[in-house]
């Protein structure tokens, strides 16, 4: 039987000309393409009228509901006033209201916003602006990054140049700057008997060792704040966010935080950064950032970063990274919204409920034989499957389990897409606790299938 409607005009339309993300196009031989018309709170509704609970917030970005009223009126009305300027020479309103937001919200000592138009840019302006204060400094031998095992900071090079998911990297790698690699705090690979707080004590000691020798010629060290996303939802104590402060400032290299995925609530704090009480010296925003409606990024950074480029022209020090879009009045105008959500519904606090359903639905699963770990940050939960518990041998990849959990979830109402064999939620904040139980029931079965397959 053909659950999916194949002959879909649509799709059919799509699939004889677009080329789409992260995606092996062969698959849709097999693998449906869903034509969605609507979004309407957590739900995508598709041209068929089939609905689907997005469980994965559309690729981590939306956090109120798909189409959602306030966020869309605000959006009609600043594209009626303003759609687009040139944001070098010129400014407007949403651009420097958002800015004087996200100061406001942020940990202290971030102070300056520069603006890109999606994650993967701020990463490249944060390398390159860590960089550039550093040559400004009259420290042009620093010219490396340290980054984290398991580490994703996005697929352009500079971006792809500091992650460390095979399956984006292994095939550009000859394109790529190389890091140091200082290995993750992830707490599954806590050893016997060790918590996350001495897996972060312990891999602080290597990242020290690495500094030691080489802080000389690194401009900068790049971690994503307590949840390592795209490379399995790996979590880690917040103790090495404060460890990692330490170090940065006792060996003169920066502190980027990476809070693209993590940012705006997804860790139970507004900021994943709060939990350790640490302000870095570059912040990347994206994501939630727009509450998922429009692609927008933004890099704080400290007074005395700015300062360095301050200059006159002819000393030859400002700061180059443009994008054509940079400021876009539309995307501030509806990141501005978003953040108004913030301030006018108590969000970080119903998260908390959401969150606690969600953990408690997921508890059973710890006992499942092919799940070696259940694990949990806020409204980001993940469930590790794996051929044999005691030895956490994970399934061979070619054998895709994780698919058959997503064909399973698309069959029955539910945006559920696997990492590999790692099934995880991070639904936006308006699902309701019936909702993350359709969820959470949904995943459970295709979890059945795709272990007994
Ligand atoms: C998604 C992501 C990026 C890249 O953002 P894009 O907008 O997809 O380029 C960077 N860092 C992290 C942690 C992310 O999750």
Redesign the pocket.
């Known amino acids: 039987m053909n659950a999916f409607p194949a002959a879909d005009a649509l799709v059919r339309r799509d699939l004889g000309l677009l080329w789409h993300p992260c995606t092996q196009m062969h698959d849709h031989q097999t693998v449906p393409m869903v034509p969605i018309a609507r979004g309407e709170g957590p739900w995508l509704i598709g041209t068929d009228g089939r609905r689907y609970l997005d469980g994965i917030s559309s690729w981590?970005t939306n956090l109120f509901g798909h189409a959602n009223p306030r966020i869309a009126a605000a959006l009609a009305e600043q594209a009626r006033t303003l759609e687009h300027v040139i944001f070098a020479g010129f400014t407007h309103e949403p651009a420097v209201a958002l800015a004087e937001e996200l100061v406001r919200i942020t940990p202290a000592g971030l102070d300056r916003v520069f603006y890109a138009d999606?994650?993967?840019?701020a990463?490249e302006v944060a390398l390159k602006m860590s960089f550039h204060y550093w040559l400004n400094q009259g420290h042009g031998e620093k010219t490396r990054f340290i980054a984290l095992t398991g580490s994703?900071?996005?697929?352009t090079l500079g971006?792809l140049s500091v992650s460390d998911v095979a399956l984006y990297r292994k095939t550009y790698a000859p394109l790529l700057l190389t890091p140091f690699l200082a290995p993750s705090p992830d707490a599954y690979e806590a050893e016997p008997g060790e918590g996350a707080a001495q897996v972060a004590q312990r891999r602080l000691a290597t990242l020290r060792e690495l500094l030691e020798q080489h802080a000389h010629e690194v401009c900068a060290v790049i971690v994503?704040p307590l949840v390592q996303?795209?490379g399995g939802m790996r979590m880690y104590h917040p103790d090495y966010l404060a460890g990692l402060r330490t170090l940065c400032d006792e060996y003169q290299v920066h502190f980027i935080a990476?809070e693209?995925?993590v940012g705006f609530g997804r860790t139970g704090t507004l900021f994943a950064c709060e939990q350790a009480s640490v302000s870095p010296d570059f912040m990347?925003l994206?994501?939630g950032l727009t509450g998922g409606f429009l692609?927008l990024?933004a890099v704080l950074t400290r007074t005395s970063v700015y300062e360095a480029f301050y200059a006159e022209y002819s000393a030859g020090k400002a700061f180059l990274h443009s994008h054509s879009y940079t400021g876009n009045p539309l995307a501030c105008r509806v990141a501005l919204e978003t953040l108004a959500i913030f301030r006018d519904e108590p969000v970080l606090e119903r998260n908390r409920t959401l969150a606690a359903h969600l953990a408690a639905r997921l508890a059973p699963l710890r006992d499942h034989p092919h799940v070696a770990d259940v694990r949990q940050t806020g409204m980001i939960a993940a469930v590790e499957l794996v051929a044999d518990k005691a030895s956490r041998r994970p399934f061979p990849a070619a054998e895709r389990r994780g698919l058959k959990v997503y064909l399973h979830g698309l069959e029955h109402g539910a945006l559920l897409r696997p990492l590999g064999n790692i099934i995880y939620f991070m639904p936006p904040y308006v699902v309701s606790t019936a909702d993350i139980d359709q969820l959470v029931d949904t995943a459970i079965e295709g979890i059945e299938r795709a272990v007994h397959a």
């Open positions: 981590w999606n994650g993967s840019a990463i994703y900071h996005g697929e971006a994503e996303c795209a990476d693209i995925a990347c994206s994501k692609p990024s």
